[in-house]
């Protein structure tokens, strides 16, 4: 039930962000190229070597833009690569999403960064059930509600400002927020977060933590190490809790959003770079042969 209308969810958006991306693609060539072909009232020579520029130039504004974007996220990830270098992380970039994997003291880490900003760790440990806690507003709290069809832990097992907690297994994430060190790594990572808003997630076989609407400037070497030392902690403490008798497994999504979710945006800018030459091309023949012979 979770990994379905999650994924539905996350498909639906993933659809609709692609569909606007394409649709404005082909009204911007459309609209771009007939201003330029029709410039000057329709007293363009047709095959001349303007009308010919004409044809060529939204091609030309397209490519343009996508070399200044490409040069600032290949800027940003050189950035971002400073802070996770010094820890032994190598980087990875998928489309617009830069991701960072490796160990840090025998746990498994992968990072991702996306936009938002979003920062996302992930650390191997062994819940085995799942559990949340965020600084969300109402509309947050609204929809984790709606997901799991959970309300929120009430008394919440310590006070934390704007902090709400939800789990599938109440008794176990209470004893894990009673060991101190457990309490103090989540107040490490919630508190000091100023305009973003946090998360800590338990999944089956990990402990994920994310930061949204960050800046950038706020991943640094040594942030980037002091949450990995808090989120080591918690799955240090996970361990010497065991693990819950929910005895869940990731679901097919969970272990994807963890490994593999830049694939598909690979997938989808090699279709828009196939889609945009052949638009081009479309749109060049067709203003040659015949807009050119009318």
């Known amino acids: 039930m979770y990994e379905n209308k999650v994924g539905r969810a996350y498909r639906r958006g993933c659809l609709m962000t692609c569909a606007t991306q394409i649709i404005g693609l082909v009204v911007g060539v459309v609209f771009v190229g007939g201003v330029l072909v029709l410039i000057d009232g329709g ?3 047709p095959r ?4 010919g520029l004409a044809l060529l130039m939204p091609s030309l504004l397209i490519l343009v ?5 490409a040069l ?8 971002l690569d400073l802070a996770f270098a010094p820890l032994g992380l190598s980087g990875r970039q998928s489309g617009v999403m830069r991701s960072w994997h490796g160990e840090l003291d025998g746990r498994e880490v992968d990072v991702w960064f996306h ?3 979003t920062l996302e760790i992930y650390m191997s440990t062994t819940p085995a059930t799942r559990g949340v806690i965020h600084t969300g507003g109402p509309l947050i709290r609204a929809i984790g509600e709606k997901l799991d069809r959970r309300a929120p832990l009430e008394p919440p097992p310590f006070d934390l400002e704007r902090a709400t907690f939800y789990c599938y297994d109440e008794g176990w994430m209470r004893r894990l927020l009673e060991r101190a060190a457990a309490e103090n790594a989540i107040r490490a990572l919630m508190t000091d977060t100023h305009r973003s808003a946090s998360s800590v997630f338990f999944g089956p076989t ?5 930061r949204r609407f960050m800046p950038v ?3 640094t070497a040594d942030n980037v190490r002091g949450w990995l030392t ?23 999504l969970e272990a994807w959003g963890r490994k593999r979710r830049g694939s598909y945006l690979n997938r989808i800018f090699a279709g828009l770079g196939i889609f945009l030459v052949l638009a081009m091309g479309a749109l060049f023949v067709f203003g040659w042969f015949f807009v050119g012979q009318s």
């Open 230 to 252: 808090e989120i080591e902690t918690l799955a240090d403490e996970v361990d010497r809790l065991g693990p819950s008798d929910d005895g869940l497994e990731p679901t097919k």
């Open 115 to 117: 936009r938002g900003p």
């Open 217 to 219: 400037g706020e991943v």
């Open 65 to 69: 833009t996508l070399g200044v974007a």
């Open 206 to 210: 990990t402990v994920r933590y994310m």
């Open 72 to 79: 600032w996220v290949m800027r940003r990830a050189r950035r």
């Open 48 to 51: 001349s070597a303007r009308f």
């Open 43 to 45: 007293r363009v020579e």
